[in-house]
């Protein structure tokens, strides 16, 4: 069984910062990509950000240059730092990791939490 726990969300002006962060937990022997996606109502879910076991990043181009992604592999935690946030950036954001056990690899998502940015 594995969970991922996010925290951090919340209520903020734009031009604010947030970050959140996400703690995975249960039978873990190692994780392959971990990231954030968000989904805003009426919207599908995208991608934010994800960041490979060793390091390597990639960012949805709107989050491009203000969020940063980073990842505690001796911990199994990600987290997610969003500097000068815009309205636009409301939205559920969730969690994901790729767990891998054995030959194959199995997606987790946490329970999302809920980040607004007022104008």
């Known amino acids: 069984q594995v969970q991922l726990v996010e925290s951090g969300g919340g209520l903020v002006q734009a031009g604010g910062s947030l970050r959140l962060s996400c703690a995975a937990s249960?039978?873990?022997?190692?994780?392959?990509?971990m990231g954030w996606s968000r989904q805003a109502p009426g919207k599908q879910r995208e991608l934010v950000a994800r960041?490979?076991?060793?390091?390597?990043?990639h960012y949805a181009d709107s989050v491009k240059g203000r969020f940063t992604i980073s990842r505690d592999n001796a911990k199994n935690t990600v987290s997610l730092q969003m500097n000068s946030l815009k309205p636009e950036d409301t939205a559920v954001y969730y969690c994901?990791?790729?767990?891998?056990?054995?030959?194959?690899?199995?997606?987790?998502w946490g329970q999302g939490t809920q980040v607004t940015v007022s104008s």
């Open positions: 960041v490979t076991s060793d390091g390597s990043t």
């Open positions: 249960g039978s873990i022997l190692s994780i392959s990509g």
């Open positions: 994901n990791a790729d767990i891998i056990v054995g030959p194959s690899i199995y997606g987790y």
